[in-house]
């Protein structure tokens, strides 16, 4: 009894190894199966339009794939070198733009060129226009000048070009060209009256009797020697160098050369249209009572002669008989 349960035992075992050595068997060829992967294909049919037989064509999708990343990559390649031409045309627009307008600027130049030498030749112009009036109104340049600078002075209006447009600077210029214009016709005006009345104009005290500094106006001002009283000051002074040469400031008579008090050695030359003008502080008298002088001729040396500071010309106009600011007549 125990042998053929021992038996059946073992039968049964042998059995179970078998049952289970068909299973892994198995397990492992559906692993194989699921390793392996089965190509799929795509049928491309073509049709001749003759009529003849049709042409069947199978591509895998391993082709397609490949077909596809090479017409991508293609795609790319062309984008980029459409972009590279396309940046490479714009340089050449900007480069042609650059060329087009540094063209326009050296013809605005050209013009601005030939503009401003017109300008100048109408400065001389005037300024010669300038100077024959000053020879009809007897108006010479002072022999004197200055060793000493004057501190400070009138700036003038200057028109800036710098930044701007060919087209504005073509119009400032074009203003300035008016403005020039103008100015000669007032000259000519001016000349034309001096002309018809050259005696009022040679008797007007224009001329700057010395080159220098003005260093105390006409009027109302502290006394320069000092206290808190306030003088009035009959005339202008203008401070130079001893010896400086004063000139006539018009056409005149010598009515007085000699000392004064406060003013030292003087010299008063009367002019008509009632105009009288009186020099003072003088170091040298280049003139008597009695001369006959011109709008320009010296007739003294500056000094510092008198009631004086320093070294100056006292200026003093009258018209009338009445003090008046020499500056209303001063160029």
């Known amino acids: 009894m125990k042998k053929l349960i021992g038996k059946r035992l073992k039968t049964a075992d042998f059995y179970l190894f078998l049952e289970v050595i068909f299973k892994m068997r198995k397990v492992k060829l559906n692993w194989k199966r699921k390793r392996k992967k089965k190509t799929e294909y795509m049928t491309v049919l073509f049709i001749p339009p003759t009529g003849e037989k049709a042409k069947k064509f199978n591509v895998s ?3 397609i794939k490949g077909a596809a990343a090479a ?5 790319l390649i062309s ?10 045309q714009y340089q050449v627009k900007q480069v042609n733009k650059l060329k087009t307008e540094n063209e326009e600027k050296e013809e605005t130049i050209k013009i601005l060129n030939e503009e401003i030498k017109e300008i100048e030749e109408q400065k001389e112009e005037i300024a010669r226009k300038q100077e024959e009036i000053k020879k009809l109104m007897g108006i010479t340049d002072s022999t004197g000048e200055m060793k000493n600078p004057s501190r400070g002075g009138k700036g003038r209006r200057d028109i800036a070009l710098e930044n701007e447009e060919g087209k504005d600077a073509l119009e400032k210029l074009q203003e300035i060209k008016t403005y020039l214009n103008r100015e000669e016709q007032r000259l000519d005006e001016m000349l034309a009256k001096a002309q018809n009345n050259q005696d009022y104009f040679r008797a007007v005290p224009n001329q700057w009797p010395v080159k220098g500094e003005i260093t105390s106006p006409f009027g109302w001002r502290e006394s320069p020697f000092g206290g808190r009283k306030r003088t009035f000051h009959e005339g202008i002074d203008i401070a130079n160098n001893v010896g400086e040469t004063i000139v006539a400031a018009a056409d005149g008579k010598v009515t007085f050369a000699g000392w004064r008090a406060v003013y030292g050695k003087t010299v008063e030359i009367e002019h008509r249209y009632g105009f009288v003008t009186i020099y003072g502080h003088n170091s040298v008298l280049l003139v008597e009572k009695g001369d006959e002088v011109k709008k320009g001729q010296p007739i003294a ?4 002669t008198g009631r004086s500071t320093g070294p100056h010309l006292h200026f003093t106009v009258k018209k009338y008989g009445k003090l008046v600011d020499p500056l209303v007549y001063l160029p």
Do not use: H, P
């Not at 040396?301 to 510092?304: A, E, P, Q, T, V």
């Open 79 to 88: 984008l980029t070198f459409a972009g590279l031409y396309f940046n490479s």
């Open 71 to 75: 017409l991508a990559l293609i795609v």
């Open 61 to 63: 999708d391993f082709f």
């Open 301 to 304: 040396r500056l000094g510092n």
